[in-house]
Nanobody, 121 residues
Framework: QVQLVESGGGLVQAGGSLRLSCGVS????????MLWYRQAPGNQRELVAG???????NYADSVKGRFTISRDNAKNTVSLQMNSLKPEDTAVYYCNAEVQASVLSPARSYWGQGTQVTVSS
């Protein structure tokens, strides 16, 4: 069983910073791509940032230059440093990881439960 648990959300004023973390536990033979998504009320879930197992990163245009994704492969964690936050960054942020649970298992996509980020103007 693979579990993803996010932490670090909260309320911050515009221009402030937050750091989200996500830990992957359970059967984790290989963790491939790790991603952060977000979903604001009334909107579809959107990709915010991703990082490959080798450390290659990609970002949504709306967060480039403000957010930084990183991972610690030894600890099976992925983080999202969010700076210069704007009210439009308000959303529930979800961690996603592609995990191969064992050498005999195909890779599957797993989701965390989400953490609320609220940016006040």
């Amino acid at each position: 069983q693979v579990q993803l648990v996010e932490s670090g959300g909260g309320l911050v004023q515009a221009g402030g910073s937050l750091r989200l973390s996500c830990g992957v536990s359970g059967s984790t033979f290989v963790i491939n791509t790790m991603l952060w998504y977000r979903q604001a009320p009334g909107n579809q879930r959107e990709l915010v940032a991703g990082i490959s197992s080798s450390g290659s990163t990609n970002y949504a245009d709306s967060v480039k230059g403000r957010f930084t994704i990183s991972r610690d492969n030894a600890k099976n964690t992925v983080s999202l440093q969010m700076n210069s936050l704007k009210p439009e960054d308000t959303a529930v942020y979800y961690c996603n990881a592609e995990v191969q649970a064992s050498v005999l298992s195909p890779a599957r996509s797993y989701w965390g439960q989400g953490t609320q980020v609220t940016v006040s103007s």
